[in-house]
């Protein structure tokens, strides 16, 4: 286990630019440690790791609330219109984010729009109805948007790629009791999770994208990382797993009929997205660009130009074989 540098200091905070429907706004977004998530175990997750370990609750309350106070100050210097909490799994995991802090955060957040992430196990229709309440400010400002890591709409790839211990079925009522409450979903998507071909995780994405647009209200889909410490990072090392290239990407958004947001963490590098080292920016750019701007043209003149990495992508998508999984024991 590392030591903790300063407990009372957000993992990480930054302020942005973020865009909801057709509209772009400021935001500041604070990565906060917490009890860590309590499901702890899915193939490709190092946040869980991000966690503080053995507290007693009261303790657990005083360095979370240290760690909003940074928020609060950056929120006051910057006034923005989003603000993003993500803890190290589920914001409303009590035993993760005592209650104190979940109403200690709403209240911070009062008249802007908030996004948090949670499990859809932590989603109950009293805690999420009084949060949507609490979060309006004068002018019925305000509001909630519940981010949920459905991954892929495949029960199959969820279950036996990353261990997410979720189902469509769960989700889907989740999502319709977001709604009924008030709240927004925000839905994440996992491209490429491990086991599966480069064409596979591609048809995975276009499919799932496809499935959540009736369902949810915004969509963000994630390429796949290696992360240290993970099943994952096992596997890759074994030279087992290939993080999805950016070509896969951007064909995938290019298609979309929705706008899908991306953040291609580790971009361009070796354990994250990648192609050949020569067009990753180019790319990597362009999806930072179209983010913003929505501009699905964009993406699609990116996949008009050429590399030398083209060709071997077209190879890798028509001719890479799936791992056989046994049928039988
Ligand atoms: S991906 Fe989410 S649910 Fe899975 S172990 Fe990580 S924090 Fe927990
Ligand atoms: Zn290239």
Redesign the pocket.
């Known amino acids: 286990m590392r030591p903790i540098k300063n407990p009372e200091e957000p993992l990480a905070i930054w302020s942005g630019q973020d865009r909801i429907s057709d509209k772009q706004y400021s935001s500041v977004t604070a990565i906060i440690r917490s009890g860590g998530c309590s499901w702890n175990r899915c193939k490709i997750c190092q946040y869980r790791h991000e966690r503080f370990f053995g507290l007693d609750k009261s303790e657990l309350v005083r360095l979370m609330s240290a760690q909003v106070n940074r928020v609060k100050d950056l929120i006051e210097k910057n006034n923005p219109e989003i603000v993003k909490i993500y803890t190290s799994g589920s914001f409303f995991d009590p035993a993760e984010v005592p209650e104190e802090i979940q109403n200690l955060i709403v209240k911070l957040v009062r008249g802007r729009i908030l996004i948090v992430e949670s499990r859809c196990d932590y989603i109950n229709e009293d805690r999420l109805s009084r949060h949507v309440e609490n979060i309006k400010g004068d002018g019925e400002n305000g509001e909630i948007f519940v981010a949920i890591g459905l991954e892929t709409t495949s029960d199959d790839i969820r279950e036996k790629c990353i261990d997410k211990g979720l189902s469509f079925s769960s989700y889907k009522k989740t999502a319709e009791l977001i709604h009924k409450t008030g709240g927004k979903i925000k839905t994440y998507l996992l491209h490429k999770p491990p086991y599966l071909t480069e064409k596979e995780g591609y048809d995975d994405m276009v499919r799932s994208i496809k499935e959540i647009i009736p369902i949810t209200d915004l969509i963000s889909m994630n390429p796949c990382t290696v992360q240290k410490n993970t099943h994952l990072e096992t596997l890759w090392k074994q030279q087992a797993y290939r993080p999805p290239y950016l070509?896969t990407v951007a064909s995938i958004i290019a298609q979309s009929d929705a706008h899908v947001t991306c953040d291609p963490i580790g971009g361009g590098q070796v354990r994250g997205p990648h192609?050949?080292?020569?067009?990753?920016s180019m790319i990597l750019d362009a999806i930072r660009d179209y983010n913003i701007s929505a501009d699905q043209d964009l993406i699609k003149s990116v996949m008009e130009m050429d590399?030398?990495?083209?060709k071997?992508?077209e190879y890798v998508m028509n001719q890479e074989k799936p791992w056989s999984m046994p049928l039988t024991r």
């Not at 192609?275 to 990753?280: A, E, I, M, S």
């Open positions: 070509w192609n050949c080292g020569l067009c990753d590399c030398k990495c083209k071997e992508w």
